[in-house]
């Protein structure tokens, strides 16, 4: 979860930061791990968390880019949303399906009523769009290259982003991207981040952006864009493979490992380091 103090500002904007579902439309995804009911545990966790602002998912929707796994995400996510009064906003990750998305999640901004609350950077293609929550802009960027497992924010959208961010918002501004612009020296994940950091961190700068929050690594980090602070959120969906329920059993299997909610509190602007997870995903991812 990320914590936003605009400047100047003695208000607070409450982020839950969420990545990686990984939703499909059997419900398992490709590792044959229950997404569905890991997010639906994790979203439980999470009922105590109070005062959200916004929910932001950081990519990877549906593991298989079907819209059986962008309506699942809708349902949840908005269900819980809804409850709260609170907007959720997607953005798009190297699993996913432009079209799919945009046929279930349009913008991927969604408002509390469950209605399409963004303004896209173009209707078709490119899911690039803006939202506001309260005086507090969110963007959500589109670094999806199909069939590539890295990616790449396009220089139609940079320049999109340089225009939307030459005005101030009056609470600041959070980015949403899915591929990290941070990485780990000598690793091998180094190979399937963003490939155009330097782009994303020149359009930033001088600008009233809190933090940039992204996911796709599978695990938990944080550090610095420039003077930004980058939050990447771990994987929603459990590391456990389903498992069926055996014969004669009262009750089906339940994954117990990890019952926490998967998220990272921030009070911006930090200063921090990248730094791994204990469990290091393998890639591709």
Request: proline share 6%.
């Amino acid at each position: 979860m990320v914590t936003s103090s605009p400047v100047g500002s003695g208000s607070r904007r409450r982020v839950l930061h969420l990545s990686d579902t990984h939703l499909t439309a059997s419900g398992l995804d490709e590792d044959g791990v229950d997404a569905r009911s890991s997010l639906r545990q994790l979203l439980h966790d999470a009922r105590y968390l109070l005062d959200l602002d916004v929910i932001v998912v950081s990519g990877d929707i549906a593991d298989d880019g079907s819209t059986a796994g962008y309506e699942d995400a809708k349902a949840q996510l908005g269900a819980f949303a809804g409850a709260r009064r609170i907007p959720y906003v997607f953005c798009t990750g190297n699993h996913d399906d432009r079209d799919n998305f945009a046929a279930v999640l349009g913008s991927g901004h969604r408002g509390a009523d469950g209605s399409d609350q963004g303004t896209l950077m173009s209707p078709i293609g490119c899911r690039a769009a803006v939202s506001d929550v309260g005086g507090l802009r969110v963007i959500t960027l589109d670094s999806l290259l199909p069939g590539a497992v890295h990616g790449s924010v396009s220089d139609d959208q940079l320049d999109w982003f340089r225009t939307v961010l030459a005005v101030p918002a009056a609470a600041g501004t959070i980015v949403v991207l899915h591929h990290p612009p941070i990485s780990l020296r000598d690793h091998p994940i180094h190979t399937v981040v963003l490939h155009n950091p330097d782009q994303l961190a020149e359009a930033l700068a001088g600008t009233d952006v809190h933090a940039v929050l992204c996911g796709h690594l599978h695990h938990q980090m944080s550090g610095m864009l420039g003077k930004i602070p980058v939050c990447h959120s771990r994987r929603c969906d459990q590391d456990r493979p389903h498992q069926p329920t055996a014969v004669g059993s009262r009750r089906p299997w339940r994954q117990r490992h990890r019952r926490r909610p998967r998220r990272r509190a921030t009070h911006l602007p930090a200063a921090t380091r990248p730094r791994p997870s204990r469990r290091q995903t393998g890639v591709p991812l």
